[in-house]
C-alpha cells in the first residue's frame, strides 16, 4: 500500500450483524488489494436494493455471511493506493490519492467472455473473489463506513463542479442511463417510464436528454407531480386506467419506449399493453413476485424485451451529462443524515417520510 499516511488502522462503520439487526462498530479499516485504492467515504446514499439486504431478503447471497458491510452508492476522496495501482503512473494520474471520485458497485472478473465484451455487470464469475470479481456492498464490503476499499476501474473522477453528494447518485444515474440504453430511445420517440422514483425520475431525463419527442410518468401522488414539474405528462394510476391513458395519449398505438422502474407486479404486465407493435419493452424495476406476461402480444407485435442489470460502461457520460446541466440530480436529495443515525434514515426512505425521495449518509 502507498500512500495512508495518516489512516488510522481501525474505523467506525454500520455493520449488519444479521436479518433486521444493525450497530456502529469500530472495525479494521480495509487494505487495498493490487488493483484497488481506499478512498475515505465522504457520502454514500441509501439504495432502493439496502432495505432489502437490511431484512435479510437474499440470505446467503447479500450478505453471504455476517457480520457485513453494504452501501454500493458513494462518492469521497482516494488516501491510499493498491501496490499495482502506484506502479502505474496512468492509473496513479487517474486515480492517486487525493483525487475525488465515485463508486460502482460492480467490478467484473474482467477475464470472462461476458466482460471482455463489456458487460461486466453479467460476469459469468459473479461472486467469485478468488476469480477477481467483486459486487462492493453486497459480496465484498461496502461504504456505510469512514474508509471503502475499490478497485481502480470501478472508479470514476468527480467533475469539480460536482459535490460528494452529487457523486453518490452516479449508481442510480448510471442504472437509468443503462435503461435508456438497452431501449435505443431516439429522437422523436415516446417514452413512458413507469415510477417516479429516482432511478424512474432520472430515466425520464436522460430520455429527454437523448431526443425523446415526450415522456408519459406513470405513477402517483407528490412523486407523479414531481415529474410533471420536470416535463414528463402525468398519467396517475390512480384515477385512471394507465394502459387506456397511454393509449390515448400516443393516438392508439402505444409508446415505441416503455421503461419499467416500479417492479410491482401490477405495473410490469401493464408495461406490455403500453408498448407499441415493434416496440421496446425495458425491464428496470426488479419484480420480488411472479408477474403475468401477455406472452402472445409479444410474440404478434414483435416486442423487444430488455433486462437492465446495473450501469456497465455508463458512468462517464452519465457523469458528463450530470455536469454539463443535461439531467440533474440534487433536487432528488431530500434528506442527508450522519452514519451514525442510520436507523432513522432508513425509516425516513423506507417510510417515504416528509417526501423522502434520496436519503444520503455522511460517515
Ligand atoms: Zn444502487
Ligand atoms: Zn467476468
Not at 455476517?66 to 506502479?87: C, K, N, R, T
Not at 487517474?94 to 467484473?108: D, I, K, L, N
Not at 413507469?194 to 424512474?200: D, K, N, Q, W
Not at 414483435?302 to 443535461?326: K, Q
Request: proline share 6%; charged share 20%; hydrophobic share 40%.
Amino acid at each position: 500500500m502507498s500512500g495512508g499516511s495518516g489512516v488510522p488502522t481501525t474505523m467506525q462503520a454500520l455493520v449488519l450483524t444479521g436479518p433486521g439487526e444493525f450497530e456502529m462498530r469500530e472495525v479494521p479499516t480495509p487494505v487495498p488489494a493490487d488493483d484497488e485504492v481506499l478512498c475515505r467515504v465522504r457520502s454514500v446514499a441509501i439504495c432502493g436494493t439496502d432495505p432489502k439486504i437490511v431484512k435479510g431478503a437474499f440470505p446467503g447471497v447479500w450478505p453471504k455471511t455476517y457480520p457485513f458491510i453494504i452501501g454500493h452508492e458513494w462518492a469521497g476522496d482516494v488516501v491510499a493506493l493498491g501496490v499495482g495501482v502506484a506502479s502505474s503512473p496512468k492509473a496513479a494520474e487517474r486515480v492517486g490519492v487525493g483525487a475525488r471520485v465515485a463508486g460502482e458497485a460492480h467490478c467484473g472478473c474482467g477475464t470472462c467472455a461476458n466482460c471482455l465484451s463489456g458487460h461486466y455487470t453479467i460476469c459469468r464469475n459473479y461472486g467469485d473473489a478468488s476469480a477477481g470479481h467483486r459486487h462492493y456492498g453486497f459480496t465484498s464490503q461496502g461504504a456505510y463506513a469512514k474508509y471503502v476499499v475499490a478497485s481502480a476501474k470501478s472508479l470514476h473522477r468527480l467533475p469539480d463542479e460536482l459535490s460528494f453528494d452529487e457523486g453518490a447518485m452516479l449508481d442510480t444515474a448510471g442504472v437509468a442511463l443503462q435503461g435508456v440504453r438497452r431501449g435505443r430511445v431516439g429522437v422523436g420517440d415516446t417514452v413512458v417510464v413507469i415510477g417516479p422514483g429516482p432511478v424512474g425520475m432520472l430515466t425520464q431525463q436522460y430520455s429527454t436528454a437523448a431526443g425523446a419527442e415526450k415522456v408519459l410518468m406513470v405513477g402517483r401522488g407528490t412523486r407523479l407531480r414531481q415529474a410533471a414539474d420536470m416535463g414528463a405528462v402525468p398519467v396517475d394510476y390512480e384515477s385512471v386506467d394507465p394502459v387506456q391513458r397511454v393509449l390515448e395519449l400516443t393516438g392508439g398505438r402505444g409508446a415505441d419506449v416503455v421503461i419499467e422502474c416500479a417492479g410491482t407486479r401490477t405495473a410490469c404486465t401493464q408495461a406490455v399493453g403500453m408498448t407499441a407493435k415493434g416496440g421496446r419493452l425495458v425491464m428496470n424495476g426488479i419484480p420480488t413476485e411472479p408477474v403475468e406476461i401477455p406472452w402472445a402480444k409479444i410474440v404478434l407485435d414483435e416486442i423487444d424485451m430488455l433486462g437492465v442489470r446495473a450501469n456497465p460502461n455508463t458512468s462517464v457520460p452519465a457523469l458528463a451529462l450530470i455536469a454539463n446541466g443535461a439531467v440533474e440530480v440534487r433536487s432528488m436529495i431530500t434528506h442527508i443524515f450522519p452514519l451514525e443515525e442510520f436507523a432513522g434514515a432508513l425509516s425516513t426512505f423506507v417510510e417515504r417520510r416528509d417526501g423522502a425521495l434520496k436519503v444520503v449518509l455522511h460517515p
